[in-house]
């Protein structure tokens, strides 16, 4: 068989030899080609043998049905241990989330409440960051049981969060709930005589109504518009010059139902021996009105002052009243000088706009409104009162016990008595007393020499002890229990701004304020009072010389002037 020749006209097996021949000629060994042939055979026998031999060794051997099945369930559990571990890792930035959900919200609200520093707010932030960052760590890059101690921490931190956001949500609605107030109720009555066989409005269809416009006309008015409006008719009414005469009039049987403002049941009954016992009601009907809101005083920069008025009541703050607690309080806040003054309940003043310059009771002026009040001890002392503050005896005791009592001085030792609302021993000097104690300590009179005019001075004592306990730092983790407390016993017309720029402005340098107490005074007589018509009732005639010098000495702390004597409220 012809072989083919190569390109070159050599055959392709003789290739193999002539390599040889060359390295056998290089070496000086001399072969013919047959032995060329016969070596070449064998070298590419050995060369297969050897691949061949590597190939063999490269299997393995045979494994057992134990080995394959332990093999199987090794690869299934790094599965399954794979799998969990990325499910732990889920569950972790689920944690994560909600820590940060957590997080954002405690930062809003306390944003929202906006009562703290800027550096606070930062630095409150940046704790919560590096919380956030422990939490992602431990998640990303920690193994075994250190992940589990992470979705733990994650967790309490995700509930302290929301207990702290509660909080502040809390602590925020009361202070609007305080803030900004401006109604005020006055709850009108029609009664009867006990013995009379009305026992509801519409049995008393017939009847004559007796009615007065001497006090507190323009609710009179409105009573009797409900009453036609249920009656579905208009009724007839008899107007009488005074309360005194319309309450002697129903127990004179010469009229039978009358309709006033229930805030006088107490000067009704003074007006008519046993009205109180021989009378019923059988129709309420609650007039709202709208005071006046808070003027646009920079509270944190300008001398201001405010009306405390102490109402003699237990429940809603927003009924009007007889004002037992009558004290006006000029604070400077540049000098941080407050002037405490205390004028008697029965200091015999004009009312303004209501007695048409017939005096009566400073008390009784609480019962036209907190408005009328103000009026009244501006025209005394001459001096503007933008705010308000009132608080009632149920408010007074709970923020006291809140506070965890107060430190108060006494000028004098006296026991009050079960009329005050409990039977204290009161040392003088410093008392520490609670709430039912601290409540006691301000209202008695009798106890004392000089009866209501030192009522007045323990009423500023104890003010001024609630100062020094509520301007400390440490309260500020009282303060959502204090406000959630005042949100239903304390109102002011003061704007919740005005009292975010106080409290900042108090966090911010942390002010010592000097507390300086005066008290009018005057002399003890009867006379007549306006919202009794001819009745006598004791009065405190004022003195004219201690009215001039408490009105000086407003104008002095508005012009920034410090006062001598003043006792010092630590703010550090």
Request: glycine share 8%.
């Amino acid at each position: 068989m012809v072989q083919k020749e190569s390109g070159n006209g050599k055959l392709p097996e003789n290739r193999p030899v002539r390599r040889q021949k060359r390295r056998a000629d290089a070496s000086g060994q001399k072969k013919s080609d047959s032995d060329y042939n016969l070596d070449e055979g064998q070298e590419r026998t050995t060369t297969r043998k050897r691949k061949t031999e590597g190939t063999r060794r490269k299997i393995p051997d045979r494994l057992t049905e134990e080995e394959k099945r332990a093999r199987r369930l090794k690869e299934i559990g790094r599965r399954k241990e794979r799998k969990a571990e990325r499910a732990g890792a889920a569950r972790g930035m689920v944690f994560f989330t909600f820590q940060l959900a957590a997080s954002l919200a405690f930062l809003w609200l306390l944003c929202w409440m906006d009562i703290l520093l800027m550096e606070y707010l930062l630095g409150i932030a940046g704790v919560l960051l590096v919380l956030l960052g422990i939490t992602l760590i431990s998640q990303l890059a920690v193994r075994g049981k250190g992940k589990i101690v992470g979705k733990v921490f994650s967790f309490l931190m995700t509930i302290v969060l929301a207990v702290g956001s509660f909080y502040v949500y809390k602590t925020g609605g009361a202070l609007l709930s305080i803030a900004g107030g401006g109604s005020e109720s006055h709850k009108m009555v029609a009664v009867v005589r006990e013995s009379d066989k009305a026992e509801e409005l519409s049995d008393a269809e017939d009847y004559v109504f007796g009615i007065q416009y001497a006090t507190d006309g323009e609710n009179t008015d409105k009573a009797l518009s409900n009453i036609n409006k249920q009656l579905k008719k208009s009724i007839d009414t008899e107007v009488f010059d005074n309360m005194e005469e319309m309450a002697q009039a129903l127990m004179d049987e010469e009229i039978d139902i009358i309709v006033y403002d229930s805030n006088y049941q107490n000067t009704m009954e003074k007006a008519s021996e046993g009205f109180g016992s021989n009378t019923r009601v059988i129709y309420e009907y609650t007039v709202e009105e709208t005071q006046d809101v808070s003027l646009d005083v920079p509270v944190q920069s300008e001398p201001f002052t405010v009306y405390i008025s102490g109402i003699d009541i237990y429940g809603n703050v927003e009924d009007s009243s007889r004002s037992d607690v009558n004290i006006i309080a000029t604070v400077n806040p540049t000098t941080h000088q407050i002037l405490l003054v205390t004028t008697p309940r029965d200091y015999y003043v004009e009312i303004p706009g209501i007695s048409g310059g017939m005096k009566d009771k400073l008390t009784h002026a609480g019962n036209y409104g907190v408005d009328v009040s103000i009026d009244t001890l501006e025209e005394l002392y001459q001096v503007s009162i933008p705010f308000y503050g009132r608080l009632n005896f149920t408010s007074f005791i709970n923020i006291i016990d809140i506070l965890g009592g107060v430190d108060v001085e006494s000028e004098y030792a006296f026991t009050t008595g079960t009329d005050a609302g409990a039977v204290v021993e009161i040392q003088e000097g410093t008392n520490h007393l609670d709430g039912q104690e601290a409540l006691a300590f301000a209202r008695e009179r009798h106890a004392l020499v000089d009866g209501d005019n030192q009522r007045g001075k323990n009423q500023e004592a104890l003010i001024t002890a609630m100062i020094k306990k509520m301007v400390s730092p440490s309260m500020i983790v009282k303060a959502a229990d204090i406000l959630d407390e005042a949100a239903d016993s304390v109102e002011t017309n003061m704007s919740m701004k005005q009292i975010r720029a106080l409290i900042k402005q108090q966090l911010s340098d942390h002010s010592d304020w000097q507390i300086y107490s005066m008290a009018a005074d005057g002399i003890g007589g009867q006379e007549m009072c306006y919202s009794t018509g001819s009745q006598y009732l004791y009065v405190t005639i004022p003195n004219e010389d201690t009215v001039a010098e408490i009105a000086d000495m407003i104008n002095k702390v508005e012009a920034g002037e410090m006062i001598e004597g003043s006792e010092t409220a630590d703010g550090t």
